[in-house]
């Protein structure tokens, strides 16, 4: 267990039941590719988060939080990330786990998984 440590996965959309269902209806080879939040449609269904994922976060053994756009930027600022996300938080500071170009590349559930249980056996 990373004591100290929570994981923050960063949605590309904001808040609101409105913002959620254009963001999960949206494909990516629409003109709104870059609206579209590969992240949420991987991990999520329409009427909420896949079980798989939810055990898998939940067997990590690091608490998790799961934030849109709108909220990670008022709470901790833009800086320099695009979204998705999958950051690790130790008070103050953040290291990013899984950047977006990464998670843009998952074509599965299976994908994202993966690369985050790689990822996070690496935290220091």
């Not at 870059?34 to 067997?59: H, Y």
Request: glycine content about 8%.
């Amino acid at each position: 267990m990373s004591y100290g440590k929570t994981l923050l996965f960063v949605y590309n959309a904001d808040s609101g039941v409105l913002p959620g269902m254009k963001d999960y209806s949206l494909k990516s080879g629409t003109s709104h590719a870059k609206q579209f939040c590969n992240l949420t449609a991987i991990t999520n269904s329409p009427i909420g988060m896949k079980k798989d994922w939810k055990r898998f976060v939940r067997e990590l053994g690091i608490p998790a939080r799961f934030l849109n756009r709108n909220e990670f930027v008022s709470e901790i600022g833009a800086g320099l990330i695009s979204f998705p996300a999958i950051l690790v938080q130790t008070g103050k500071d953040l290291l990013m786990l899984a950047s977006s170009e990464e998670i843009n590349r998952c074509r599965s559930l299976e994908d994202l998984i993966s690369l985050v249980r790689l990822r996070s056996s690496e935290i220091p």
